[in-house]
Nanobody, 115 residues
């Protein structure tokens, strides 16, 4: 069964950087899209960035130029490099995989940006 395990969250000062990692295990044959979402308290979950198997990468306007999504050569780990972090980036960040067989989510990792 597909499992997603995130790591790399934590506390960082405004202007700092973090890199989130998501290790995907189980069958990855049918993966179509890898992505990151975030959800702040009292707000809807929003798309941060995604990377399709065809190489199409999209970012939310709020993070363009500061965040970068990437994956390793084995396509089993997806990363989110977050630079120039702002307090409004504080949220739980979730890894997401959309596949032919279904959509899967990680448990989430907390990112807190202090001012």
């Amino acid at each position: 069964q597909v499992q997603l395990v995130e790591s790399g969250g934590g506390l960082v000062q405004s202007g700092g950087s973090l890199r989130l990692s998501c290790v995907v295990s189980g069958s990855i044959f049918g993966i179509r899209r890898l992505g990151w979402y975030r959800q702040a308290p009292g707000k809807q979950r929003e798309l941060v960035a995604f990377d399709t198997t065809g190489g199409n990468i999209n970012y939310a306007d709020s993070v363009k130029g500061r965040f970068t999504i990437s994956r390793d050569n084995g396509k089993n780990t997806v990363y989110l490099q977050m630079n120039s972090l702002k307090p409004e980036a504080t949220a739980v960040y979730y890894c997401n995989v959309a596949s032919v067989g279904g959509t899967y989510w990680g448990q989430g990792t907390q990112v807190t940006v202090s001012s």
